[in-house]
């Protein structure tokens, strides 16, 4: 049976990779070297092109990273390379935490080493070729430094106490690593712009003027309590833009890119806000958090049904009953139904989308934000015709056109 289950990991696996090459292919097909019908008065012939040529060098180099990801994850499953970074963990110690530890520290430490020359040349060749990379080698190498550090504090934090739970608990273990797990997301959603973004970004507040009025005003206005509105200094590392919302109750704030701010004016800005504003009032960051929660809890349970089987460890060539590996195995067995879930949330986001531009039309000003979302995906050289298949799987958000469309139809 574990062989079995070695085949069917290996299929999955090929099968990953084969659909989102095909989805590639697909997307790419759509590509054009003149500028379409549909989109002009967005873009404008010469920008649309570069826009174009961004697209395929992202693509192609997409295409030689995820080719040698996939290589090496075969590589590994076929050479037993798994079952060896085991064995290595085993030489000092017996514990199964520290074991653990040592496993998923040694395997994420070698991916992110491995990773790292690709990001240094999509960072510093292709984002800088195109007008977009900002980002400093003593940036990079900090970021790289706090990531770690994030990982070893964060990442062997949650693997330890679910490794205590599982040897303490036994068959309980499912449930109470839920509640576990669902308390630090609820506390990373909450606290996560005011305790994990300043190591990397520095946020202040909006100062008093112009915009603050005219969003304090359209706030008052929809009855949105709002007293903690931020601008954060995304030009450190590029000059895309953005704007986000996070936090639950006091704790929520509103985050606008250093670079949003440069690039529109006020009414734009107030038409982007409305929509992040909408996010709130139609309760979608809620709605998000209980879905993750049930999918957390999801495969936690079906998990509990494998943990206690020394299958998932034999099928990765490891002999005994081993906790981390069987959650590596299952990790992969997995993907098919988080590929499932992951279509079902992107659907449901780009209808939380569409709602929160309804929303921002109603109380705000439609052609505000048409002209912002217009700015933004020129601006970040946006691929605006994308497959309809791609978009399927892989778009939390509308395509612009479709936006457009929709926010037109409230407009009249």
Same mark, same amino acid.
Not at 6 to 14: C, K, L, P, Q, R
């Given at each position: ?14 099968? +990953? ?9 697909? !997307? ?18 010469? #920008?649309? #092109? ?12 997409? &295409? ?37 530890? *040592? ?8 991916? +992110? ?19 977009? !990379? ?23 934090? /949650? *693997?330890?106490? /679910? ?8 068959? %309980? ?7 576990? /797990?669902?308390?630090?997301? *609820? ?24 915009? @603050? ?13 709002? %007293? ?8 450190? @590392?590029?000059?895309?833009? %953005? ?19 440069? !690039?529109? &004016? ?9 929509? =992040? ?5 139609? #309760? ?24 206690? !089987? ?29 590929? *499932? ?8 986001? @780009? ?5 929160? +531009? ?8 439609? =052609? ?5 979302? #217009? ?7 946006? %691929?605006? @015709? ?27």
């Amino acid at each position: 049976m574990a062989q079995i289950l070695f085949y069917i990991i290996i299929a999955i696996i090929v099968f +990953d990779y084969i659909l989102d090459q095909t989805l590639d292919y697909l !997307n790419s097909t759509y590509w054009s070297n003149e500028l379409p019908k549909e989109l002009e008065g967005i873009y404008d012939a010469e #920008k649309y #092109k570069k826009s174009q040529d961004y697209q395929k060098v992202n693509q192609k180099f997409s &295409t030689i990273t995820s080719t040698l990801s996939f290589l090496a994850m075969l590589a590994m499953l076929i050479l037993g390379g798994f079952a060896f970074l085991d064995n290595f963990a085993r030489q000092f110690s017996s514990n199964e935490i520290v074991i653990a530890l *040592i496993f998923f520290g040694v395997l994420g430490f070698a991916a +992110d080493i491995l990773s790292t020359p690709f990001s240094i040349y999509s960072t510093f060749v292709i984002e800088q070729k195109y007008g977009f !990379n900002n980002t400093t080698v003593k940036t990079f190498i900090f970021d790289k430094l706090k990531g770690w550090l994030l990982a070893i504090i964060i990442g062997g934090g /949650l *693997i330890a106490l /679910l490794v205590y739970i599982y040897m303490v608990c036994g068959n %309980n273990f499912w449930w109470i690593a839920w509640l576990a /797990l669902s308390f630090f997301m *609820i506390f990373m959603t909450m606290f996560y712009s005011s305790i994990i973004v300043p190591l990397f970004n520095k946020q202040t507040p909006l100062e008093e003027g112009e915009l @603050r009025t005219a969003i304090e005003a359209f706030a008052d206005k929809t009855g949105f309590k709002l %007293n903690n509105i931020f601008v954060i200094d995304g030009s450190k @590392r590029s000059n895309k833009a %953005n704007a986000y919302f996070s936090g639950l109750g006091s704790k929520k704030r509103i985050v606008l890119y250093d670079t949003l701010i440069k !690039n529109h &004016t006020t009414e734009e800005l107030v038409g982007v806000l409305a929509h =992040e504003i909408g996010h709130y009032k139609k #309760k979608h960051t809620q709605k998000g958090i209980v879905i993750s929660l049930l999918q957390s809890g999801l495969m936690l349970f079906l998990l509990s049904f494998f943990l206690s !089987n020394p299958i998932l460890s034999q099928a990765l060539g490891v002999s005994i009953k081993s906790f981390h590996i069987g959650i590596l195995a299952f990790g992969m067995l997995y993907s098919p139904l988080s590929t *499932i879930l992951s279509i079902a949330m992107n659907i449901l986001s @780009r209808k939380h989308e569409y709602e929160a +531009d309804h929303f921002a039309a109603v109380n705000y000003q439609p =052609e505000a934000l048409i002209t912002a979302l #217009k700015k933004l995906s020129v601006d970040n050289l946006s %691929n605006l @015709r994308p497959h309809p298949a791609y978009v399927f799987f892989h778009y939390s958000h509308p395509p612009l056109l479709k936006r457009i469309e929709a926010l037109s139809k409230t407009n009249n």
